[in-house]
């Protein structure tokens, strides 16, 4: 059971704009900014988003995120068949003395 | 380019210890933390702690403490991940990850070890 909530599948065909919601709490992403990961089959995860809506160098524009009281969600536009990937957000959360939390994962199909 | 290298996957008995090693390059390792999580076969990740190269503070998860030890040396600019008593659900993929402070995003992310555990 992860402390963050996502859905466990999404899917769109290419050029469509998709997005992925990701539910936490006052003690997480109430109170922190979210991260957003992208793992591709077989892969190491690889940053995506960070402070709730920041692009890393290289990531394209296509990625957004955004964050409203205790949910945040991550946004594709323009979906691409490489887009195909298992995507998690990520929160501090303050209470058990503090701890880094995951979503469950959700795997985007690329119709 | 900013790289961590991890070792070698493993095989394990239960009740026994593994220690995976994790190199950088590319930075000033004693300028940021290295984070530790873990991937269980076909599941979800898992934040397993945090401990800055600079001084050695660590932050580890409440379910893993008494078990896991997270060291650095920094002649070598090398992270360690111990983890002991070893069961059957401590398979998966560990992973050491580039993080600033213990709460900051993860970038980037070594390739992963994977470590079994099996009688």
């Known amino acids: 059971q992860s402390v963050l909530t996502q859905p466990p599948s999404a899917s769109g065909t290419p050029g469509q704009r998709v997005t992925i919601s990701c539910s936490g709490s006052?003690?997480?992403?109430?109170?922190?900014?979210v991260n957003w990961y992208q793992q591709l089959p077989g892969t190491a995860p690889k940053l995506l988003i960070y402070?709730?809506?920041q692009r890393p160098s290289g990531v394209p524009d296509r990625f957004s995120g955004s964050k409203s009281g205790t949910s945040a969600s991550l946004a594709i536009s323009g979906l691409q068949s490489e887009d195909e990937a298992d995507y998690y957000c990520?929160?501090?959360?303050?209470?058990?003395?503090?701890?880094?939390?995951f979503g469950g994962g959700t795997k985007l199909t690329v119709l | 380019q900013v790289q961590l290298v991890q070792s070698g996957a493993e095989v394990k008995k239960p009740g026994a210890s593994v220690k995976v090693s994790c190199k950088a390059s590319?930075?000033?390792?004693?300028?940021?933390?290295i984070s530790w999580v873990r991937q269980a076969p076909g599941q979800g990740l898992e934040w397993m702690g945090w401990i800055s190269a600079y001084n050695g503070n660590t932050n580890y998860a409440q379910k893993l403490q008494g078990r896991v030890t997270m060291t650095t040396d920094t002649s070598t600019s090398t992270a360690y991940m111990e983890l002991r008593s070893l069961r059957s659900d401590d398979t998966a993929v560990y992973y050491c990850?580039?993080?600033?402070?213990?709460?900051?995003?993860?970038?980037?992310w070594g390739q992963g070890t994977l470590v079994t555990v099996s009688s």
């Open positions: 006052s003690s997480n992403i109430g109170s922190n900014t």
């Open positions: 990520a929160a501090w959360d303050d209470s058990l003395n503090g701890r880094g939390v």
């Open positions: 590319g930075y000033t390792f004693t300028s940021y933390g």
């Open positions: 402070s709730n809506n």
């Open positions: 990850a580039r993080a600033l402070r213990y709460f900051d995003w993860a970038d980037p």
